[in-house]
């Protein structure tokens, strides 16, 4: 046997696996080949002693290792903030109210038209190192504050790049039909023709989307229009997603369901008959708990009902600077427990498993196994509850990228 190239040692493992709570392993090792984890189980069990066995001996010093969060659903990459929205908001604005008077995700698609790519990536690359500095080691990031060609290009690339600054996995996701531009007042279905027949086929032939997501909403795009945008994403192969149901029922669940979508988002107002179709469709529901918090939202997306069906959940910071603004994924484990009820176990599995999922990730990511990449986090806990339990805390001590610390523990911040 050729030997590995690290090993670490003296551990507790969660490893999310299915089968009993966090996949639990007790003084576990992890021995990593070529960026993928090669062996998983009980140091007693090794098949010899470490230093015959990997060329980088660890020591985990007996704290906990979980798979490497990951983050699904993210607008990351953006310029501008929506700060004076918020002080309107709290003086009794709605968010809808502010969207229909041309602010809201319009404010920032002409801030982000404007930007530089530098400066998009500059803000970018700021707040990807906060996700990564609480654990985060895969990111999905959404195009859809450029709305025309040129800038969900832009959006896009920048994306993309950042992955080569920073030890982190992205995947992109195209959302032209994120909200109509100022340009295409009135014109919502030309600006949809707009979206598959000119977009979509530049970004899908540059290689630069992994799937394809819209918003379906009053102040969105209707169910009509969505499926005209998932029927451009099949003629490229693409797998879509569905922003569904977060401020009405249009529907959206079942409609993501009926094209096989990887995932729904949102969800507040899903049906029983959209959950059922999620299930048969294997969709994952991804509930964003951030969102609900920052609108203040009180219809509750049907959590009972996803357990009830078997449908996967999945947690994600939905970062964005209108509705989501925040870089803390920790902070919505707590808030997926608190605001929705999941479970501690059930939100991480939302931020780890069934995240992988939600990307169609599943073999790659999610959960420590042999096969899987070696993306993992070092915790200074005591037992896996408390990633979900503290309100702001950090007990991240490193993040573990292809079998290898991603950066030197002192830049990343103490817990506290
Ligand atoms: N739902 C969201 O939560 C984000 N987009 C969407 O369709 C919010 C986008 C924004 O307000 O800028
Ligand atoms: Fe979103």
């Given at each position: 046997m050729s030997k590995w190239d690290a090993i670490w040692l003296n551990a507790q493992l969660a490893?999310?696996?299915?089968?009993?709570p966090y996949g639990l392993i007790q003084d576990g090792a992890i021995g990593v080949k070529a960026g993928t984890i090669a062996w998983v189980g009980k140091r007693t069990e090794l098949p010899g002693s470490p230093e015959t066995l990997a060329d980088a001996v660890f020591e985990a010093g007996g704290c906990w290792i979980t798979p490497g969060l990951i983050d699904c659903h993210t607008h990351l990459v953006y310029a501008g903030n929506r700060a004076r929205e918020f002080e309107l908001r709290l003086q009794g604005a709605s968010y809808e109210e502010i969207a229909r008077a041309g602010g809201g995700i319009r404010s920032t698609v002409a801030a982000t038209r404007e930007a530089s790519p530098e400066l998009l990536t500059a803000t970018a690359e700021r707040r990807l190192r906060a996700l990564r500095s609480q654990g985060v080691t895969t990111v999905e990031i959404k195009s859809?504050?450029?709305?025309?060609l040129e800038t969900e290009v832009k959006m896009l690339r920048v994306a993309r790049s950042l992955a080569e600054h920073q030890p982190v996995t992205i995947r992109t996701t195209f959302l032209g039909a994120h909200a109509l531009p100022v340009e295409f007042e009135g014109r919502s279905d030309a600006y949809i023709d707009f979206v598959c027949a000119e977009v979509l086929p530049v970004v899908a032939q540059e290689g630069l989307v992994d799937a394809v997501d819209a918003f379906c909403e009053g102040i969105g795009f209707s169910p009509a229009q969505t499926v005209r945008v998932f029927e451009a994403a099949q003629r490229w192969g693409l797998p879509v997603k569905l922003h569904a149901d977060q401020l009405s029922d249009l529907g959206g669940a079942a409609l993501a369901a009926q094209f096989r979508a990887l995932s729904a988002e949102h969800l507040e107002y899903t049906s029983v008959e959209g959950v059922a179709a999620m299930a048969s469709a294997g969709t994952v529901a991804v509930l964003l708990p951030g969102a609900f918090y920052f609108l203040r939202e009180t219809q509750l997306p049907p959590v009972a009902q996803f357990r009830q069906h078997g449908v996967p959940m999945a947690i994600a910071?939905?970062?964005?600077?209108?509705s989501s603004p925040t870089t803390s994924p920790l902070l919505m484990l707590n808030m997926a427990c608190?605001?929705?009820?999941?479970?501690p176990e059930e939100a991480l599995t939302g931020m780890t498993r069934n995240a992988a999922l939600a990307l169609g990730l599943a073999e790659q990511r999610g959960?420590?196994?042999?096969?899987?990449?070696?993306d993992f986090v070092l915790w200074?806990?005591?037992?896996?509850?408390e990633l979900a339990y503290s309100i702001g805390g950090n007990p991240c001590l490193n993040v573990i990228k292809a079998g290898f610390p991603a950066l030197p523990p002192a830049e990343f911040p103490q817990p506290n």
């Amino acid at each position: 046997m050729s030997k590995w190239d690290a090993i670490w040692l003296n551990a507790q493992l969660a490893t999310m696996q299915a089968g009993r709570p966090y996949g639990l392993i007790q003084d576990g090792a992890i021995g990593v080949k070529a960026g993928t984890i090669a062996w998983v189980g009980k140091r007693t069990e090794l098949p010899g002693s470490p230093e015959t066995l990997a060329d980088a001996v660890f020591e985990a010093g007996g704290c906990w290792i979980t798979p490497g969060l990951i983050d699904c659903h993210t607008h990351l990459v953006y310029a501008g903030n929506r700060a004076r929205e918020f002080e309107l908001r709290l003086q009794g604005a709605s968010y809808e109210e502010i969207a229909r008077a041309g602010g809201g995700i319009r404010s920032t698609v002409a801030a982000t038209r404007e930007a530089s790519p530098e400066l998009l990536t500059a803000t970018a690359e700021r707040r990807l190192r906060a996700l990564r500095s609480q654990g985060v080691t895969t990111v999905e990031i959404k195009s859809g504050y450029g709305l025309d060609l040129e800038t969900e290009v832009k959006m896009l690339r920048v994306a993309r790049s950042l992955a080569e600054h920073q030890p982190v996995t992205i995947r992109t996701t195209f959302l032209g039909a994120h909200a109509l531009p100022v340009e295409f007042e009135g014109r919502s279905d030309a600006y949809i023709d707009f979206v598959c027949a000119e977009v979509l086929p530049v970004v899908a032939q540059e290689g630069l989307v992994d799937a394809v997501d819209a918003f379906c909403e009053g102040i969105g795009f209707s169910p009509a229009q969505t499926v005209r945008v998932f029927e451009a994403a099949q003629r490229w192969g693409l797998p879509v997603k569905l922003h569904a149901d977060q401020l009405s029922d249009l529907g959206g669940a079942a409609l993501a369901a009926q094209f096989r979508a990887l995932s729904a988002e949102h969800l507040e107002y899903t049906s029983v008959e959209g959950v059922a179709a999620m299930a048969s469709a294997g969709t994952v529901a991804v509930l964003l708990p951030g969102a609900f918090y920052f609108l203040r939202e009180t219809q509750l997306p049907p959590v009972a009902q996803f357990r009830q069906h078997g449908v996967p959940m999945a947690i994600a910071t939905d970062c964005n600077p209108g509705s989501s603004p925040t870089t803390s994924p920790l902070l919505m484990l707590n808030m997926a427990c608190t605001l929705f009820q999941l479970t501690p176990e059930e939100a991480l599995t939302g931020m780890t498993r069934n995240a992988a999922l939600a990307l169609g990730l599943a073999e790659q990511r999610g959960t420590l196994a042999v096969g899987q990449a070696a993306d993992f986090v070092l915790w200074d806990i005591e037992q896996p509850a408390e990633l979900a339990y503290s309100i702001g805390g950090n007990p991240c001590l490193n993040v573990i990228k292809a079998g290898f610390p991603a950066l030197p523990p002192a830049e990343f911040p103490q817990p506290n």
